[in-house]
């Protein structure tokens, strides 16, 4: 996967960036795609983007997880 910027829009409908999604994973500690969406409103209204929440949310949970 390309290297993302935090200000890289994922989601048009809510306008959710992928700093969006990395700050609720850190400051909620979620866990789960659904929970992102649950928590950021990212893929709620067309759900073209749920592709994209899905591996920026695994990615950064992956990243997470090795350090
Ligand atoms: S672009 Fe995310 S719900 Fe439409």
New binding site residues.
């Given amino acids: 996967m390309e290297k993302m910027d935090k200000t890289n829009l994922?989601?048009?409908?809510?306008a959710?960036t992928a700093g969006d999604i990395w700050e609720a994973i850190d400051t909620k500690n979620l866990k789960s795609t659904g929970e992102v969406m649950g928590a950021t409103?990212?893929?709620?209204?067309?759900?073209?983007?749920?592709d994209?929440?899905d591996s920026v949310t695994k990615d950064y949970l992956a990243r997470r997880k090795s350090h």
């Fill in positions: 994922i989601c048009f409908c809510n959710v409103y990212a893929a709620g209204l067309c759900g073209s983007c749920l994209k929440v």
